[in-house]
């Protein structure tokens, strides 16, 4: 079994792969954990995805391997992990003509749940008819601000943690809205060599994170993200992506932001996700 760049970058371990379940794992490790030195969501959300697509793989032929594509990802974080080994175990719980829909839980090795997924793939059906309708497109100008303020977060988080690890960078966050970027690099691609869909996940939690701290007008001393859903669009192309995030609603500690991913070349609208953050001041 190959693993992917990013695969390797993360340090994934594959405990147990198989038709019933697949079980993978991050090692205790400084580059998965986020600011506070616990593991990130963004992680969180790049094992539940990896431990989806390979249990997947044991059910389907190489070829059909090659085409598995992410279309839709929910995440309920339940715990944290901190300096501890983490499993992810996925199961698929059906298996239809084009979809797949995968049951996957994350733990620490003591049983503690940390986050719960349910991930929709799709793979590739051998010499099938392609039939796809175009992804929007979205100018980028349009949202970008008149002034850039990055805020007082972005200078934090580019010094150490998992964002900092992959390389987001953080351009905006004001006036309830965010704009997060991140250029291809070795570290973050998957074996088609675009960028992984966990890195997606990560750059749409830490967009709705921002949007949402910029919603709040008194100052954060802990915010987490309870739950993300994200869909999945076009297949990647080889380019820099932007996420565009807005928030949306907040009631007392609770913040909703809605996120777009574009790519900053094509415009291409990549993903789309809702972010529900919670700022504890």
Known sequence: MVL???????????SEWNKE???VAFPAQEVTLNFGGTLHGGASMSII?????HVLSALISEQEQGEIRTLDQSVRFTSTARGEKVLAEAVVIKKGKELAFVDVDVKTEDGKVVSKGLVTLRYGQVNEDKKERTAAKISLEDYYPHEWHPGP????LAQRGFTANLGLNIQHVKNSKSVVRIDANKNILNNAGVIDDGVIATLCDSAG???????????????STPSLH??????LENESLVALATGRWSYNESYVADVSVVGENSG???AEAQVLFRIVG
């Not at 992917?4 to 594959?14: G, K, P, R, T």
């Not at 949007?211 to 709040?216: E, F, L």
């Open 153 to 156: 977060m972005a200078q934090l």
């Open 4 to 14: 992917s760049a990013f695969e390797q970058f993360v340090n994934l371990e594959i």
């Open 230 to 235: 994200i869909n999945y669009f076009s297949a």
């Open 209 to 223: 994170a921002m949007a949402s701290m910029a919603m709040n007008e008194q100052a954060m001393s802990r915010g």
């Open 21 to 23: 379940k697949t079980i």
């Open 49 to 53: 995805n990896m431990a989806a697509k």
């Open 268 to 270: 291409t609208l990549y």
